[in-house]
């Protein structure tokens, strides 16, 4: 069984069987293995959309949960390889150019892998799926 990276937060809102789920930069960050590269670990609150697993109402306490792979995913898309892109993209049309051209458009290709990204996020949505539970005491 996969590792669960879980996130406590409260209900914002709630359309059909999605929650709006707000959550706190919690303790547990600094010991996650993954918060140097974690955009949550700069935030303080962060909303996002999970889908629920059972009925939850607006000012519910919830835990998010989302498996620790596809974090591990989501990195790779978002880090990895724009930094492989930059660095190939210097050592190849370095060959072709001078220095402060390859250096910009390689910039540019990472700026259109993020582009592409963006364009693809309903996709990629369907893949990175957080479900919300009421949190148990």
Same mark, same amino acid.
């Given at each position: 069984m996969?590792?669960?990276?879980?996130?406590?937060?409260?209900?914002?809102?709630?359309?059909?069987?999605?929650?709006?789920?707000?959550?706190?930069?919690?303790?547990?960050?600094?010991?996650?293995?993954?918060?140097?590269?974690?955009?949550?670990? /700069? +935030?303080?609150?962060? /909303?996002?959309?999970?889908?629920?697993?059972?009925?939850?109402?607006?000012?519910?306490?919830? &835990?998010?949960?989302?498996?620790?792979?596809?974090? @591990?995913?989501? $990195?790779?898309?978002?880090? $990895?390889?724009p930094?492989?892109?930059?660095? +190939? #993209?210097?050592?190849?049309? #370095? =060959?072709f150019?001078?220095?402060?051209a390859?250096?910009?458009?390689?910039?540019?290709? &990472? #700026?259109? @892998?993020?582009?592409?990204l963006?364009?693809?996020?309903?996709?990629?949505?369907?893949?990175f799926?957080?479900? $919300? =539970?009421?949190?148990?005491?």
């Amino acid at each position: 069984m996969a590792s669960i990276i879980k996130h406590e937060g409260e209900v914002v809102s709630v359309n059909g069987n999605m929650a709006r789920v707000r959550i706190m930069q919690a303790g547990s960050c600094s010991a996650c293995q993954a918060k140097a590269m974690c955009a949550s670990a /700069e +935030a303080k609150v962060k /909303e996002l959309d999970a889908v629920m697993m059972e009925p939850v109402a607006v000012g519910d306490s919830v &835990v998010v949960e989302v498996s620790q792979s596809m974090g @591990w995913i989501a $990195v790779v898309l978002a880090y $990895v390889i724009p930094f492989i892109l930059l660095l +190939a #993209g210097v050592a190849i049309l #370095g =060959r072709f150019m001078d220095e402060a051209a390859a250096g910009t458009l390689s910039i540019l290709i &990472v #700026g259109l @892998w993020y582009l592409v990204l963006k364009l693809m996020n309903s996709k990629i949505n369907k893949h990175f799926s957080f479900t $919300v =539970r009421k949190l148990t005491h």
